[in-house]
T-cell receptor, first 113, second 110 residues
């Protein structure tokens, strides 16, 4: 099992550009999440999904969009990038059954200049 | 009051020391509790769950006090490799998202 994978690992965007952060998991988990982590700060939930076709906003959804067409994939779209979106983005997945451990991907470091 | 609060530290301790981290949560109906570890520039990983009766995993002991809405993590005989940020995590109810504290940074020196 590869677990949770994220691409790209690093990216520099110019203000106003758009991009999609990719996330995939091979553990057949229904729950998937997108977080951002600013330097010295905790994880903030952007969006989450409880299954294919179902998404919901987290704490800081503005400036982002998500889709969940399959169980495996949960891409995060940034439209009109702003410097305030400079952060590390983590994707995570979680099984709905029993133990509620979240498994995280390695993160995408995004800089908007 | 923030949902999950931790002392940010940093805690600077010598090898072999015992160190304790504290965490408080605001929602008395919270169901599950965890400690995650995050190494510098890495993703968080589950360290251990926290059970009402308290639980131990080697040098690590986690305790929960529901009446005080307080969670603790005790690390005995600290190792250099314990240097990391420790995140207190709370689940309010099944099917909802985990809530992460900002983390407490530990630095163990030789």
């Amino acid at each position: 099992n590869a677990g949770v994978t994220q691409t790209p690992k690093f990216r520099i965007l110019k203000i106003g550009q758009s991009m999609t952060l990719q996330c995939a998991q091979d553990m057949n988990h229904n729950y998937m999440y997108w977080y951002r982590q600013d330097p010295g700060m905790g994880l903030k939930l952007i969006y989450y999904s409880v299954g294919a076709g179902i998404t919901d906003k987290g704490e800081v959804p503005n400036g982002y969009n998500v889709s969940r067409s399959t169980t495996e994939d949960f891409p995060l779209r940034l439209e009109l990038a702003a410097p305030s979106q400079t952060s590390v983005y983590f994707c995570a997945s979680q099984s709905t059954m029993g133990y509620n451990e979240q498994f995280f991907g390695p993160g995408t470091r995004l800089t908007v200049l | 009051r923030k949902e999950v609060e931790q002392d940010p530290g940093p805690f600077n301790v010598p090898e072999g020391a015992t160190v304790a981290f504290n965490c408080t949560y605001s929602n008395s109906a919270s169901q599950s509790f965890f400690w995650y570890r995050q190494d510098c520039r890495k993703e968080p990983k589950l360290l251990m769950s926290v059970y009402s009766s308290g639980n131990e995993d080697g040098r690590f002991t986690a305790q929960l006090n529901r009446a005080s809405q307080y969670i603790s993590l005790l690390i005995r005989d600290s190792k250099l490799s314990d240097s990391a940020t420790y995140l207190c995590v709370v689940l309010k109810e099944a099917g909802t998202a985990l809530i992460f504290g900002k983390g407490t940074t530990l630095s163990v020196s030789s």
